[in-house]
């Protein structure tokens, strides 16, 4: 017992130091696993400005992409939902690409969304009539909780002024859109 625990006293400081240095490391063209898998989040680290940008143009094209689905699955009220949300969506996206090309950040935003985003995706495409509704409403809902804590800890301690005014835009942006989805629900 004595040597495990003094074998595990010996590894944490190289662990740590790992950790710190893969999160260190991170260059602007890398996309951040250590956010996507919520690492950062767990250690109590504040995602980067690049961080912020990535997984929000993420969402963005989850919401471009799902006002599609919603427009031959869901009611009015979602459908409406959907398009104000892919709207905004559209906007966001406009001013990252503006933020990318001038703030110098040099980030290569994927094409689609990451594979756990393009399955909630494809789990919408079978639903129809309320099992839709109801799906549709709670991937919103997590994606937009999740999306305002990632602004929300960037805010603690931004690394990046531009990105922060930006993000200091988009959290209520998305606080309405919540309040929106509870009342749809």
């Known amino acids: 017992m004595i040597r495990w625990v003094a ?3 010996a590894i944490l400081p190289a662990i740590v130091v790992f950790a710190g240095a893969v999160a260190g490391s991170e260059t ?17 680290w504040p995602p980067n ?3 912020v940008l990535r997984l929000m143009h993420e969402f ?25 949300q ?3 969506a559209q906007q966001r996206e406009a001013a990252i690409v503006r933020l990318n090309m001038f703030a110098l950040l040099n980030i290569d935003f994927a094409a689609d969304p990451s594979l756990l985003r393009r399955n909630e995706l494809a789990g919408l495409q079978g639903e129809v009539g ?9 991937n919103q809902k997590a994606d937009i909780a999740d999306t305002i804590g990632m602004l929300q800890r960037y805010l603690l301690n931004p690394d990046n002024d531009d990105v922060r005014r930006f993000a200091q835009q988009q959290l209520p942006l998305l606080q309405q859109a919540r309040e929106e989805l509870q009342r749809l629900q």
Do not use: C, W
């Open 60 to 84: 963005d094209l989850v919401q471009i992409r799902a006002v599609g689905i919603a427009a031959t699955r869901g009611n009015d009220a979602v459908r409406r939902f959907a398009l104000e």
């Open 7 to 9: 074998g595990l006293v």
């Open 28 to 44: 602007p063209r890398k996309r951040s696993l250590i956010e996507d898998f919520g690492i950062k989040r767990m250690f109590g």
């Open 49 to 51: 400005g690049h961080d």
């Open 86 to 88: 892919a709207e905004r």
């Open 130 to 138: 309320q099992a839709f509704i109801r799906d549709y409403t709670v």
